[in-house]
Each structure stands twice: as structure tokens, then as C-alpha cells.
């Protein structure tokens, strides 16, 4: 079973923290992804990256920046946390470059007080 | 704004009624995929289309790709509780880069015994 794991299920954080969310993946995936879903928009699209320290952006990704130094891992960085940014952000992973199913990890619920 | 609509956003149906949920793309899309997230979950990959006019069925569902690869269909025969969740579907544009999938906002689905 792949298992896509995120370091913390619920976060706080104070405006203007720096934030580290971290996904880690079991299969070998090259692909990995993160997202944030707000009510009524569905899943957005921050990151994504397809290989150890290769990324390319999604749609939204004013504020954030992500790291990819070993291939199971991909965190997510908020540099300056503002309120807006509170959300659920979930990551996922799938394998190769053809389009295949994602898996997701259980998804951090970030609360930017 | 969302560049894949689902509709409709949510859809109460009483216990052994069909429903049909659409997602509509203004551009061509390259594949969609089918997501259900149950309530506190997280999404779960159900099915992958990738040629045009595809259908394809799992039990009470049935999903269809559009002649146009443009829209997209996910019919529920004989609603059960156990259908109670919120249905994405996700496509890829033909001009975007592969990993750029759009999901659609998503249709909440509630059942009444």
C-alpha cells in the first residue's frame, strides 16, 4: 500500500512565523504535489515537483516555496505566514510522468493566527 | 477562477435515487480523473479517462469522457449512505504542462435514508 505521510495533522502558527510542512511518500514515487482546498474551490494547485530538486509552480504559489533534496520527501515552506493563508494543505504523490492516479497524505489543517 | 466546473456544488438524494454529477473544461483536456473524499478523509483516486467518448463503469458508478474531451460524468445508480462524500474530478489541459492537474471544486454529496 503506498502510504503518503504529512507531519502534522493540525498546526497554529502566529503571522509572520515561518512554516515547514513536510510530506514523505514509501514508493519510490518521482512525482509529488502539493495542494491547498478551501470550501467551494476545491483542490489548488501550489507546487509540484517531478524529480530531486526539480519543481515547477502551480497555480497559486505567491507565498510559498518548496524543497526537494531527497526523493521521498517534499516540504512546503510558507516564508512569512499571513492569515489568508490558513487552510488545509494536502500532499500527494504518483509515479512517472504519464498521467496516473494520485495518493494523498491526510492533509495539515494550518491555522495562521 | 476554477478552470474545470463541476456542478452541481452539492446534491441531497434520498436512498436508492440516481444522480449525475458534470465537469466542464473550456479547453481540451489531455485525461480526467475521478476523486471521492469522504467526510474528515481525504481524496481517493476512483477511475482515470483518457480517450475520447471512454466510458467506464465500477459497480453503481459510471463515468463518461466527452467526444470533445472537454466535459466529463459521474452517474450514481441506487444511491447508498456509503455515497455520502464529495466527488472531484480532475483534469490535465493539453496545453499545460503534465503535472498541472485542475480540479474541479467538487460536488458534496449527502443521502437521506
Known amino acids: 500500500d503506498v502510504k503518503v505521510t504529512q507531519s502534522s495533522r493540525y498546526l497554529v502558527k502566529r503571522t509572520g512565523e515561518k512554516v515547514f510542512l513536510e510530506c514523505v511518500q514509501d514508493?519510490?514515487?518521482?512525482?509529488m504535489f502539493w495542494y491547498r482546498q478551501d470550501p467551494g474551490l476545491g483542490l489548488r494547485l501550489i507546487y509540484f515537483?517531478?524529480?530531486?530538486?526539480?519543481?515547477e509552480k502551480g497555480d497559486i504559489p505567491e507565498g510559498y516555496s518548496v524543497s526537494r533534496e531527497k526523493k521521498e520527501r517534499f516540504s512546503l515552506i510558507l516564508e512569512s505566514a499571513s492569515t489568508n493563508q490558513t487552510s488545509m494543505y494536502l500532499c500527494?504523490?504518483?509515479?512517472?510522468?504519464?498521467?496516473?492516479?494520485?495518493?494523498f497524505g491526510q492533509g495539515t489543517r494550518l491555522t495562521v493566527v | 477562477g476554477q478552470q474545470v466546473m463541476q456542478i452541481p456544488q452539492y446534491q441531497h438524494v434520498q436512498e436508492g435515487e440516481d444522480f449525475t454529477t458534470y465537469c466542464n473544461s473550456s479547453t481540451t483536456l489531455s485525461n480526467i480523473q475521478w476523486y471521492k473524499q469522504r467526510p474528515g478523509g481525504h481524496p481517493v483516486f476512483l477511475i482515470q479517462l483518457v480517450k475520447s467518448g471512454e466510458v467506464k463503469k465500477q459497480k453503481r458508478l459510471t463515468f463518461q469522457f466527452g467526444e470533445a474531451k472537454k466535459n466529463s460524468s459521474l452517474h450514481i445508480t441506487a444511491t447508498q449512505t456509503t455515497d455520502v462524500g464529495t466527488y472531484f474530478c480532475?483534469?490535465?489541459?493539453?496545453?499545460?504542462?503534465?503535472?498541472?492537474?485542475?480540479f474541479g471544486a467538487g460536488t458534496q454529496v449527502v443521502v437521506t435514508p
Open positions: 515537483s517531478y524529480d530531486v530538486k526539480m519543481k
Open positions: 514508493m519510490d514515487h518521482e512525482n
Open positions: 480532475a483534469g490535465r489541459k493539453t496545453t499545460d504542462s503534465w503535472g498541472k492537474l485542475q
Open positions: 500527494a504523490s504518483s509515479l512517472g510522468v504519464l498521467p496516473t492516479e494520485a495518493f
